[in-house]
């Protein structure tokens, strides 16, 4: 156990449709990462949250945003879902802001969108 | 902007052998390198990290890698392989984000 808690482990839904991914980071951790893996895409940085605010984007769809919570916690959301959407997305946190000193990463969601 | 390249898609190796996979990187400043092992349906644990100092450095599972600035290289290395450590190895350069390679995945034969 990483300390990094992801739900749900696996997600099927209908493209189209609206899902909220969910992540606790490890206990003290004020920064959380989001992180999509795709076969032909690998793993790639949608965004970087710190203490509640938006610190960093990366690839991340329009459709797709995302929030940290006062407890911390973060949720992904994903809207008007495609096919192209299906893949495992990974939750990470760090101590630091800048995260250099390594991430700590979750178990993932797999997401499947038919 | 960083960018790592792992050249190897899959590697097998045989259970006991010595096992290398290959890491470059580019970044302008000092890198901070990174080795993460993902088993299949799991999540990404990380192996060892490099910041400065010693360019050997030591991790958990008996892995260890070398930082190599000249060739732009952070290899990692096994001396002798298990079963158990089939998986996916993920090489990591982080300047302002953590940036991942596009993973080798080693295969264990007996």
């Known amino acids: 156990d990483s300390g990094v808690t992801q739900t749900p482990k696996h997600l099927i839904t209908a493209t189209g449709q609206r899902v909220t991914l969910r992540c606790s980071p490890r206990?003290?951790?004020?920064?959380v990462y989001w992180y999509q893996q795709s076969l032909d895409q690998g793993l790639q940085f949608l965004i970087q949250?710190?203490?509640?605010?938006?610190?960093a984007k990366g690839n991340i769809l329009e459709r797709f945003s995302a929030q940290q919570f006062p407890d911390l916690h973060s949720e992904l959301n994903l809207s008007s879902l495609e096919l192209g959407d299906s893949a495992l997305y990974f939750c990470?946190?760090?101590?630091?802001?800048?995260?250099?000193?390594?991430?700590?990463f979750g178990s993932g969601t797999r997401l499947t969108v038919v | 902007a960083q960018s790592v390249t792992q050249p190897d898609i899959h590697i097998t190796v045989s259970e006991g052998a010595s096992l290398e996979l290959r890491c470059n990187y580019s970044y302008g400043a000092t890198p901070y390198l990174f080795w993460y092992v993902q088993s299949p349906g799991q999540g990404l644990q990380l192996l060892l990290k490099?910041?400065?100092?010693?360019?050997l450095v030591q991790g958990i599972k008996g892995f260890e890698a070398e930082f190599k600035r000249s060739q732009s290289s952070f290899n990692l290395r096994k001396p002798s392989v298990h079963w158990s450590d089939a998986a996916e190895y993920f090489c990591a350069v982080w300047g302002g984000k953590l940036v991942f390679g596009a993973g080798t995945i080693l295969r264990v034969k007996s």
């Open positions: 490099y910041f400065s100092g010693d360019t």
């Open positions: 949250y710190y203490n509640g605010e938006e610190r």
């Open positions: 990470a946190s760090s101590a630091l802001i800048g995260g250099g000193y390594g991430y700590t």
């Open positions: 206990s003290g951790d004020l920064s």
